[in-house]
């Protein structure tokens, strides 16, 4: 069931119209539902998969209860979205990077290696054509500003923004 739901979700659900498109977005939010439930290893309830999202297999992928993945995102097929996260369009998170450590060898000869998994905390922000480094763990509360290149983690209900990422503010003061 799981590779039929993977094949009709990128033959047909991935196209249908965006959520907020009158009556046919409420409609086409459900199709994508109804597939992701069954190919994500977890899928909370009143998850929202936009239009044109990119999640690999989504074999390993978890997702918490009213979060989404917004229009034209890419993520990897093994991250860790927690509950009531927002991620706008065009968000980008890769599954890993470029090896290059020999300087003899040209990098594209040297394949690529493999990152810890991404994860998102609960009651997450992510701001549109955001860019998350493999591996980053983004934590409770935080919001990530539109634009943002994160290379590193921060604490809790951080504002994180800029290219490189930069802590702006912590929410907690």
């Not at 994508?32 to 998850?47: A, H």
Request: proline letters at 5%; aromatic letters at 12%; one cysteine or more.
């Amino acid at each position: 069931m799981r590779i039929i739901c993977l094949v009709l979700y990128y033959l047909f659900a991935r196209k249908l119209p965006r959520s907020t498109t009158p009556f046919f977005g409420r409609v086409s939010r459900k199709v994508r539902y109804f597939c992701v439930k069954r190919i994500f290893k977890y899928c909370g309830r009143d998850v929202n998969i936009e239009r044109n999202a990119y999640f690999g297999s989504g074999a390993n992928l978890e997702i918490g209860d009213f979060s989404g993945i917004g229009y034209h995102c890419e993520v990897p097929a093994n991250i860790k979205i927690g509950s009531y996260v927002m991620m706008a369009p065009e968000v980008f998170i890769p599954t890993n990077n470029h090896a290059f450590a020999d300087r003899l060898t040209p990098m594209c000869f040297q394949g690529v290696k493999e990152s810890a998994r991404t994860i998102i905390e609960d009651d997450v922000w992510i701001g549109r054509r955001a860019v998350i480094n493999p591996g980053r763990y983004i934590k409770k509360g935080s919001i990530i500003a539109a634009g943002t290149v994160l290379v590193k983690d921060y604490p809790e209900y951080s504002i994180v923004g800029g290219n490189p990422s930069i802590l702006i503010k912590n929410r907690n003061v």
